[in-house]
């Protein structure tokens, strides 16, 4: 069965939660025929409704990077969640590129004053874990609770730190410290430079999140390891039947 576990921060703080969810969600069809990934039913509730449980006490402001059904998404959200200070970051369809373009663009939206916590619509975590450092979730196995996907980059620790992101030998097999996309940001400033001066180099539509924002930065400040082993990925038809078979708590599918 799957658990809540709405975080909170120690000190009180309050971030820019990022949730990117502006893809096609291709590899899901046809659940997202008509659809964005975000919306896709699990249990219950939707997964943005996972997602909003997880982060809303630490929010200060909840801003969606979306694109594919983006009126769908937006009305939902504003329709369920009217308290919450939701912000949206529209891109069209024809430019989608990627990660790290879509967070390019919610970044004009986040608050330079405050941390961010950036995350993907399709991981739905039931771990619990700090945001009082700078940190990046690596994929830990080891349960049954987990559905897992494929890792296209996996973390470098030494001495208890982040200190670097390399691209995975083997998508297919290995999972240990495959990097997530979960990233605590304590320094926004210093992401919005990274971000836009890379943009600014290598064109809008040319920017990668792993290798060109959160490597970049990771670089520049110590980060730790924020282990995860109860994560529901459901970026396929395969893993999305799992999530599912989670959320209702048979435990007959086991981890990718």
């Known amino acids: 069965m799957f658990e809540e576990g709405p975080l909170f921060s120690i000190k009180n703080d309050k971030f820019n939660v990022v949730v990117l969810a502006a ?5 899901l069809k046809p659940e997202t025929d008509y659809i964005p990934k975000a919306l896709v039913q699990l249990g219950k509730e939707r997964a943005v409704d996972y997602i909003v449980k997880k982060y809303q006490y630490v929010a200060d402001r909840v801003i969606l990077a979306v694109g594919y059904c983006a009126d769908l998404l937006e009305n939902y959200c504003r329709g369920k969640y009217p308290t919450l200070n939701l912000q949206f970051s529209r891109e069209e369809v024809s430019d989608l590129a990627g990660p790290g ?15 961010t916590v950036v995350t993907f619509c399709d991981y739905l975590l039931q771990d ?9 979730g690596l994929c830990r196995p080891g349960t049954d609770a987990a559905v897992l996907g494929t890792y296209k980059t996996v973390g470098k620790v030494v001495h208890d730190a982040v200190t670097d992101l390399l691209p995975n030998p083997d998508m297919e097999e290995n999972r240990k410290d495959g990097f997530t996309g979960l990233f605590v940001c304590r ?13 600014q180099e290598k064109g809008v539509r040319q920017v990668d999140y792993a290798f060109d924002v959160v490597r970049p930065y990771i670089h520049k400040v110590r980060s730790v390891p924020c282990y995860l082993s109860k994560i529901l990925e459901f970026g396929t038809e395969e893993t999305l039947a799992q999530a599912r078979s989670r959320i209702h708590g048979r435990d007959e599918v086991h981890p990718a």
């Open 187 to 199: 320094e926004t400033k210093l992401l919005k430079a990274i971000t836009y001066g890379v943009a």
């Open 23 to 27: 893809g096609l969600g291709t590899r």
């Open 101 to 115: 373009t879509s967070l390019l663009y919610a970044l004009d939206s986040a608050s330079s004053r405050l941390p």
């Open 128 to 136: 619990t874990f700090s945001l009082e450092q700078d940190a990046l």
